[in-house]
């Protein structure tokens, strides 16, 4: 478990994502609703990750810290506003680490990535995937986690040329095929748009005229929310959504 949220649209302090809602980010950290593959809280470190106004290239701010226990954290939420962000709250798997480079969003140039599941047989299952990977991405992980070196294939497919439901999609088929029952809900942002997907956990949408977010969990219980069905993939722009399935 870990719960995540990206949202496209006009720029809204990060609060209300995280704080503002009943049962916003900081709310699923700690009394999440939908839990599935273990855990009970999400405390083992949290992330936010938004693109200024104007700016393609997003700030990322996290930690291994429980969100609560970040004093700092609320006034600054509500302080700064953005119209593209990702944020996650994370339940290390058992036998990953806590610490902070492990926590979601990761980040590379303009993209932020973050997984909620598990790659079942880890590390071994990604040995095949990741053997196409140059050294250096590997010596570059954030983190020995599972969630880290997803993000490294990522963006070793995005590099080839693929576009984001490219990388995604074949990512997601190719590990399911290898590990089929992982836990791979991603997502993945560039600030434009949002590709995310369902295998084994929990999402929503809540589409409202020039706005997307996708939740693991409904933050509030506005009537425009609806559940993504399992193995799917949709794209999101602020205007347009489309989903298939995987
Ligand atoms: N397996 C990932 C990690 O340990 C994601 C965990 C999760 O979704 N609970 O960071």
Known sequence: MCRHLAYLGPPVPLSSLLFDPEHGLAHQAWAPRDMRGGGTINADGFGVGWFPPGSDQPIR????????????????????TSGAILAAVRSATAGMPVVETAAAPFRHD???????????????????????????????LDAPTDSAALFALVRHRLRAGKSAED??????????????????????????????????????????????????????????????????????TGSDVTMGEL
């Not at 969100?67 to 509500?78: C, G, Q, T, V």
């Not at 973050?114 to 140059?134: D, K, M, Q």
């Open 61 to 80: 701010y996290r930690s291994a810290m429980p969100i609560w226990s970040d004093a700092a954290l609320p006034a600054l939420a509500a302080a700064t």
């Open 110 to 140: 303009r993209w932020l990535f973050s997984h909620n599941g598990v790659v079942r047989g880890f590390p071994g299952a990604l040995a095949g995937p990741a053997a196409a990977l140059p050294v250096e991405d590997l010596l570059t």
């Open 167 to 236: 990388a995604i999609g074949s990512l997601v088929g190719d590990i399911s095929g290898i590990s089929p029952t992982s836990r791979l809900n991603l997502l993945l942002t560039d600030g434009e748009r949002i590709v995310a997907t369902t295998a084994g956990h929990s999402l929503s949408i809540r589409v409202l005229p020039g706005s997307v977010l996708i939740a693991s969990e409904p933050l509030d219980d506005h009537p425009a929310w609806r559940p993504v069905p399992d193995r799917h993939l949709l794209t999101a």
